[in-house]
């Protein structure tokens, strides 16, 4: 059954930092690209941020571009997502998803990927 499941959300100060996990099961990381999407009250899912476990290469969207960093250990299974100066707007539930085809990361396009997890909450507040 494959799985993904995000953690690592929480509570946190403007300019403060949190790790978030995709912790994957039923299938091995290594073949395709994981994307980090987020979605805040009231608006569309957004992408955030993809990584190809195969190649390594990464990508950001431009809002959170020089602040995230993603990353991943293959042998864990798991894709992180470093956060940090986080802002008030950054609040979102974000989740973790498998690009359908391909091991490179190509756009946004919610439809493009599959097995999402639950989400997890990121709220930056002071």
């Known amino acids: 059954q494959v799985q993904l499941v995000e953690s690592g959300g929480g509570l946190v100060q403007p300019g403060g930092s949190l790790k978030l996990s995709c912790a994957a099961s039923?299938?091995?990381?290594?073949?395709?690209?994981i994307g980090w999407f987020r979605q805040a009250p009231g608006k569309e899912r957004e992408g955030v941020s993809c990584?190809?476990?195969?190649?390594?290469?990464?990508d950001y969207v431009d809002s959170v571009k020089g602040r995230f960093t993603i990353s991943k250990d293959n042998a864990k299974n798991t894709v992180y997502l470093q956060m940090n100066s986080l802002k008030p707007e950054d609040t979102a539930v974000y989740y973790c998803?498998?690009?359908?085809?391909?091991?490179?990361?190509?756009?946004?396009?919610?439809?493009?990927?599959?097995?999402w997890g639950q989400g997890t909450q990121v709220t930056v507040s002071s």
């Open positions: 990584i190809s476990t195969q190649h390594g290469s990464t």
């Open positions: 998803a498998v690009r359908r085809a391909g091991s490179s990361c190509s756009g946004y396009v919610p439809d493009d990927y599959t097995y």
């Open positions: 039923g299938f091995r990381l290594g073949y395709f690209a």
